[in-house]
C-alpha cells in the first residue's frame, strides 16, 4: 500500500475506535434522516448505503485514503490505456469495448475504435442472422439452439446475463452454456438437441483452455458423427483473439469474432465473448446494455468520490475488510433472473483482487479481497440467512431489488420486496433481548421458560449492508449493475496497490492437471508424486475399472 494510504487507513483505524462501537440503531437514532445523506441516485439507480458501521467522518476519511491511493492518477491510467497490468504487460481496456462516445482511445499510438466498432457490427450483423434465421444449418433449418462452450470468463459473464434478460428473448433461439470438463455438461445439454438446429459458440480467449477445447472437440464429433464433416463449418463460429489457432479447429475466419489482449477474461462480456446475449436478446438490447455500462463509466470518471457509486461501495468494502475485520462479502439479489449474478461476481471480484503481493511484487501485510458469495433471495432466507442473523461471522452483503416486477402474478412483486427490506432491517436493527423478553411475557410464558429461551430469540443487529433499487432488470440496467462491480474492483485493488487484471493463482492447477493427465489416463509412471496422489490415482483406476 502507498506510505500515504497507509497512513489514511490506520487514521480510519484510531477513527473506528469512536464510530464502529457505535450500533446501527444508534446511528439511526441520532440521525433520523440518515437515508438521505447516505443514499445515492444515478438515474433509476439507487445505492442505500445507510445501514453500514459508518459516520459522516468515516466517508470524509475513505475519501481521503481513496486521494491517499492515487485513485485519480490510476483510473486516468487505466481509461486512458496504460499498461496498468504490469505483469502481463498489458492494457486494460474493457471499458473501450462500451465506450458509445467513441471518444478516441489510443494504444500504441492507434486509435482502437474503429476496430472495436467493426467487430461489433460484425457481431450484430450474424446475430440478427441467426435470430432471424437468415443463418441456417447445413440443412436450411433455423436455429433453435445456440450452445456456447467457454469457461471462467468466456462462460459465466454471458450466461448470467442471457438468465438476467430472458424476457427479451423474443422469437430468437434458445442460447445454453457448456462449461465444465465434466461430460456430464455436455452429454446432459446435447441429449434434448437436434443437430441439425444447433450452432455452437466455441468461446475461449486464448482457444488453448483444455475444458473448452475438450468440450468443443466433442462437440465438433457429435456435429460431424450426424451430419457429416462437410456440416462442420455451418454449425460453429468462434470468439477469441487467436484467431490462428480458430482456423487450425477448423473454423472459418468468416465466422471468427476477434478481440484484443487487453480485454481481461472476467471483463469480455462487452466484447465478441458477448454475441450469445446479442443472440439472445437481440442486437439494439445488446447496444442497450453496453450504453449502461458506459453510463456507469461516465459516472465513474466524472463524479467527485464521495457522490461516486462504485467508489463507496469500493470504499465502504475495505473499511469492512479492513478496518472492521470482516472476511466475506455476500451479493443477495433478489431477483431470481440474477441468480447468476454472484457467480459472476466471484470471478470478477475473487480472480482481480484474491493477491498476496503488492503491484512491485512485496508481499501484502493486510487482507485483500474477500470471499464473496451468495444467492439470490428469498431462497437464501430458508438457507444460510440463519448465520447472517445470529452467527458469529458478521458477513456485509449486498441487497438488489427491481422496483418493478416483470410478472403481473399476484402480489408476488410486494412480497419479495417486503422480505427484501426486511431483512435489511432485522440484519441493522436485529431484537434486543428486552424486547424478547417482552414479547414472551406477552404471551404469557413463565419466567424460567423466558430466561431459557430469550438468549436464542435475540438477534445482535448492527450488520452492514447496500441495498441497490432499479426500475427493472433491463438491459441498460445490468450493464449499469455489471460496470459497477467491475470498478468497485478496480478501486479496492488501487487501494491494496496490487494488480486486479492477471491471474497467476490458478495456473500451476492447470500444470499439474497436465501433468497428472497421463498418469490417471493411461498408468503412466507415478514415482516422483506425493503418496496422497498416488493413493487417490491408484484408488481411482481400480475403481473405475470394468467389473
Ligand atoms: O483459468 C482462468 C482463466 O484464464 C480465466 O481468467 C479465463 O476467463 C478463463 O480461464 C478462460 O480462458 P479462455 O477464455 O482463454 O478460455
Known amino acids: 500500500m502507498k506510505p500515504a494510504a497507509r497512513v489514511a487507513l490506520n487514521e480510519l483505524r484510531a477513527h473506528a475506535e469512536d464510530v464502529a462501537g457505535m450500533h446501527l440503531r444508534e446511528h439511526f437514532a441520532a440521525d433520523p434522516a440518515r437515508f438521505d445523506s447516505f443514499h445515492l441516485d444515478l438515474g433509476d439507480l439507487t445505492l442505500d448505503y445507510s445501514k453500514n458501521r459508518i459516520s459522516r467522518e468515516t466517508i470524509s476519511r475513505l475519501v481521503a485514503l481513496c486521494t491517499a491511493a492515487d485513485l485519480d492518477e490510476r483510473r486516468e491510467a487505466m481509461f486512458s490505456g496504460q499498461t496498468i497490468n504490469s505483469t502481463e504487460g498489458r492494457e486494460v481496456l474493457h471499458t473501450a469495448l462500451r465506450n458509445r462516445s467513441n471518444r478516441p482511445v489510443i494504444v500504441d499510438g492507434e486509435d482502437v475504435m474503429p476496430a472495436v466498432n467493426g467487430v461489433l457490427e460484425g457481431m450484430g450483423r450474424f446475430a440478427e442472422d441467426v435470430r432471424r434465421g437468415r443463418l441456417t444449418g447445413v440443412k436450411g433449418d433455423r436455429f433453435s439452439h445456440v450452445v456456447n462452450i467457454g469457461i471462467g470468463g468466456s462462460d459465466l459473464g454471458p450466461a448470467m446475463a442471457v438468465a438476467a434478460l430472458t424476457p427479451y428473448r423474443g422469437d430468437g433461439p434458445k442460447v445454453l452454456f457448456v462449461s465444465n470438463v465434466d461430460g456430464a455438461h455436455l452429454s446432459d445439454t446435447l441429449a434434448e438437441l437436434d443437430p441439425a438446429k444447433t450452432l455452437f459458440l466455441i468461446a475461449s480467449k486464448t482457444f488453448t483452455t483444455s475444458e473448452t477445447m475438450t ?6 464429433a457429435w456435429v460431424a458423427d450426424t451430419l457429416g464433416e462437410d456440416a462442420v463449418g455451418a454449425h460453429f463460429a468462434a470468439l477469441s483473439t487467436n484467431l490462428e489457432a480458430v482456423s487450425a479447429f477448423g473454423i472459418d475466419t468468416a465466422r471468427a469474432f476477434g478481440f484484443w489482449d487487453w480485454v481481461g477474461g472476467r471483463y469480455s462480456v462487452w ?14 438490447n445488446f447496444l442497450a446494455f453496453l450504453d449502461g455500462a458506459h453510463r456507469m463509466d461516465e459516472h465513474f470518471r466524472t463524479a467527485p468520490w464521495a457522490e461516486n457509486m462504485p467508489v463507496l461501495m469500493a470504499a465502504i ?18 431477483d431470481q433472473r440474477l441468480s447468476r449474478f454472484a457467480a459472476h461476481l466471484q470471478q470478477l471480484d475473487m480472480e482481480s483482487n484474491g ?18 458469495w451468495g444467492e439470490p433471495g428469498t431462497n437464501g432466507q430458508h438457507a444460510f440467512f440463519q448465520l447472517l442473523h445470529q452467527g458469529t461471522d458478521i458477513v456485509p452483503c449486498d441487497f438488489l431489488i427491481a422496483a418493478e416486477p416483470r410478472e403481473q402474478l399476484a402480489d408476488h412483486h410486494a412480497k419479495l420486496a417486503a422480505n427484501c427490506f426486511a431483512q435489511t432491517e432485522a440484519l441493522a436493527f436485529g431484537k434486543t433481548e428486552d424486547e424478547v423478553r417482552a414479547e414472551l411475557a406477552a404471551a404469557g410464558l413463565e419466567p424460567a421458560d423466558i430466561d431459557a429461551l430469550a438468549p436464542h430469540k435475540t438477534f445482535p443487529g448492527n450488520r452492514p449492508t447496500n441495498t441497490l433499487i432499479y426500475r427493472c432488470l433491463d438491459p441498460a440496467t445490468l450493464g449499469m449493475l455489471i460496470a459497477l462491480y467491475e470498478h468497485r474492483v478496480f478501486v479496492q485493488g488501487v487501494i491494496w496497490d496490487i494488480n486486479s487484471f492477471d491471474q497467476w493463482g490458478v495456473e500451476l492447477g492447470k500444470a499439474l492437471a497436465s501433468r497428472l493427465l497421463p498418469v490417471v489416463r493411461d498408468g503412466a509412471d507415478a514415482e516422483a508424486l506425493d503418496s496422497s496422489t498416488i493413493g487417490l490415482v491408484a484408488r481411482f483406476r481400480s475403481l473405475s475399472e470394468p467389473g
Not at 275 to 284: E, H, N, R, T, V
Not at 363 to 372: A, F, I, L, N, R
Open 215 to 220: 468440450n468443443a472437440g466433442s462437440a465438433r
Open 271 to 284: 466484447s465478441a465473448i458477448g454475441l450469445p446475449l446479442a443472440i439472445s436478446i437481440g442486437f439494439d
Open 355 to 372: 493477491k498476496r503481493v503488492t503491484l512491485a511484487g512485496e508481499p501484502v501485510d493486510y487482507q485483500t479481497g474477500p470471499v464473496v
Open 317 to 334: 468494502g475495505v473499511w469492512n475488510r479492513n478496518v472492521l475485520g470482516l472476511t466475506s462479502h455476500g451479493v443477495m439479489p433478489y
